[in-house]
Structures are given as C-alpha cells and as structure tokens.
C-alpha cells in the first residue's frame, strides 16, 4: 500500500511539472522572422565606373562550435543564435557580390566533442562561385556544436587555395571564443605559402568584445586584411562597402568590354598577375617575366647552351634599362623535403644572376631569393607539372 501511494505521488508530481513546462512553452514568445535584407545593386550605382574582381577566390570560414548556439545580444537579429546570425551575415555578403567571376569554398569548424575527425568540414571544395552555391550550402551546414578547433579550419584554407593562382581573400566568421589549435600559427604558414596574394578578413558575430580583439590580433598576424562586426556590415550600404572592400576594384566602364593590356606584355590587365613588367620582356601565359623556355633538370641548376637566346632577351631589357633593378626567384617541384628544394631553387637564382653578371650586368642590380615549392604553377602531380615548377622568374625591384 505504502509502495502504491508513493508510485500515485510521483506520477502526479511529474504531471505538475510537465504541465507546467508544456504551459512555460506556450507562453515563449515565437523569434520574429530573419530582418529582412534587400542588397545594392553596386553595378547600378553608377554611370562612369563598373566593378569587376580583384581577387581570384574567396574561402569562408564559419565557426559552428558550441558557443555559436548561444543567443546573440547585438543589434542585428538579436536573440536568434549566433550561428544563424552568422549564416545571415554571409548570405548578405553573398547576394551583394555583383555578377564577377570568383571562386569560392566553404569550410566550417566545431561539429561536437564526440567526432574529433569531424572537427572541420569542407562544405564544398574551391570552384566557380555562385550565389545559389553558398546559399545552398550554408543551409546544409549542421547545427553548432563542440570546440572552436579554428587552426584546423583555416589549415584547411592552405590546400584548397594551391589551385589558385591569383590574390584570394579568407573572410574568417566566429564569435573569437576560446578558439583552439594554434590560429595564429596557421595564419603564419598561410602567409609563408601565399604571401602577398592572400588576405584575412574577421567578421566578429559574438557578444564579448575579448572576442572581437581575438579576431583581430589574426588580421595583424596576416598583415593584409581587417576586422569588423556583424552589425557593423548589417545595413545594405555597409555591406556594399565591405564588399567593395575585400572582392571588388572599379574600372572606367568604357573599358570593361576592352581588352587592356597597360604594360603592353601581351597580356591583359585583367589576366595579368605581375603588372609593370618592362617593355620588350618575355613573359608567360601569367603575365610574369620569366626566364622564357628555361627549365632544370630533376635535382639540377645547370643552365643548358640551348636556352642562351632566351636568357639573351633578359640580357637586352636591362641593358636598355640601366635604372632597373630585378630580382631572380628560383623554385622547385615538391619531390624532397622543403629544406633540400629551397637550397636547390636558390642555387637556380644564382645560376641565372651568374649568367647575366658575365654578360656585363652589375651584379648590384641583381638580389635572388629561392622559394623552394612554396609557389607552384602547375600541379606537382604529373611530371609534365613538375616539369613547368621547376623555374627562374624575374621580379622587377622598385
């Protein structure tokens, strides 16, 4: 009996409770539909100027650890979670990107204690970019969860930029919490592979400012980029700024449907990835002053008679240009470690300056630097690709 009467008090007990969380829950006030969000239309702008890229590829990085699930407190879509907000955020970057040839990939990080390899995801690898493409698959991306493992999310970012060759932008969006394996680090072995033609971009969807300087001690670390905040670039003509900013440079329009080639190359402006070469140098396919036709041999730096003549034209330019300055760059394919190939392609550098210092260059005009197989051209994976890595390039020194 005593056994019945405490079964009956228990039941009752447990009826009180879910009624009332059943009636806490329907008195919960329902969040308002995601503020609505109509882009500028930045081609429409204006008559005289019209924008095209400036940047080949663009990565995203989107923090979708635990902390992102929290509610946000700032001004735009406030309540909702950080990480909705977040998705909000860059899908109004991506629907004022005007129609310009991109590329992109979506990479996230977090995803739950219990998969530590599933810490990071690629959503999609780099390809041409579309608006409904990253629309598409940020509303794929799984509910936020676990660690902020961002070094392993902007790791991801190094070999998926390897087909890119031109500048790339990486636009890092996370609330700067407690991010994990070594950020900074990764930023570091970012730049030393890309240099120049990567830039990091934070937004900062977070409620504590700590959060916010954390972002953008990663933006001094990469010496190229900035930081804002989400409600910062809420408003249709901040965004279009911001997105001005990181993707886009103006051109008289007049000359959009032009093919300009400024340094008179060969190759167009919109093509060329190493402007301001001097006149009459021979250039490759990207614009770029190279030793035209001279390639080494597998593990050599010799500089074979049949590729005199072509070393001859470098002989010639700066010759007509006693004031210019250049520096050789030598490189590699990936075969060996890093340290071999970088002694290697700087013993190519010095074999090209040798060459022009017995042709009567001043050897002051010339510095060289190796890279070892930090800047592929071609892919490593074919000998044929190997082949074209193996290189001297010259770089006008202003």
Known sequence: MRKTHLLASLLTASTIILTGCAQFQSFRKPLPPLESFTPLDLNAESQTVEYVSKIESFVVVLDAS????????????????????AKDIISRMNNTIPDVELKSSLVTFGHGFFSPQKRTATVYELMPHSKALLDNSLARTVAAQGSSPAGDGIEKTWSLLLTSG??????????GEELANSPSEKIQDLKEMYGDRVCIYTIHVGNNPEGNEVLKGLVREARCGFSVTADEIASSENMADFVKKVFLTEV???????????????????????????????????????????????????IKEKFNSNLGNIVEVLQKNP?????????????????YNIKLSQKRAQAVKNYLVAKGIDESRITTAGFGFKRPIASNDTEAGRALNRRAEIVPVK
Not at 71 to 80: E, F, L, Q, R, W
Not at 253 to 260: E, P, T
Not at 323 to 339: C, K, P, W
């Open 252 to 302: 008289p329009k007049k000359q959009v449907a032009v093919d300009i080639d400024s340094d008179g190359d060969g190759v167009y402006d919109k093509d060329d990835e190493c402007p301001d070469t001097p006149r009459g140098a021979i250039v490759d396919s990207r614009g770029c002053w190279v030793v035209k036709g001279v390639t080494f041999d597998y593990k050599k730096w010799d």
């Open 323 to 339: 004031g210019l300055r250049v520096r050789i760059e030598g490189h590699t394919d990936n075969i060996a470690s890093m340290d």
């Open 166 to 175: 031109g500048q790339n932008a990486v636009i890092i969006v996370s609330d």
């Open 66 to 85: 635990a902390s992102m699930d929290e509610k946000y407190t700032g001004a735009v879509n406030k309540g909702y979670p950080k990480f909705t907000v």
